[in-house]
């Protein structure tokens, strides 16, 4: 029986409600361990599974990274932001919680 989403699944749906679409690699802390990423990458595959968001291939072919985006979104990868502009995101909505 499952008790609801997961760690790594609710960070991939805060993800997807503050940008349509976002680099699953950009979720992980920025020291992270084969666990962490094995476990992202499980939660996000689930998450396609039941619909809830979209996976397409993106990067270079040598280093292929995953887009995840809300269903219906059109993904364009080179305008998906990268892991700057959402650590900025989160100092800004730690601060307007903090208020």
């Not at 809300?70 to 903090?98: E, H, I, N, Q, T």
Request: hydrophobic share 40%; charged share 25%.
């Amino acid at each position: 029986m499952s008790r609801g989403p997961g760690k790594w699944q609710r960070s991939i749906i805060a993800a997807l409600i503050e940008m349509p679409a976002v680099w699953l690699r950009d979720l992980l802390p920025r020291s992270h361990s084969d666990a962490q990423h094995q476990a992202l990458y499980r939660a996000a595959r689930r998450l396609r599974d039941d619909g809830a968001i979209a996976i397409w291939p993106g990067g270079e072919s040598n280093n292929r990274q995953l887009l995840i985006a809300r269903p219906g979104f059109k993904v364009r990868p080179p305008k998906v932001p990268r892991r700057p502009l959402l650590d900025s995101l989160s100092r800004m909505r730690r601060a307007s919680a903090a208020t």
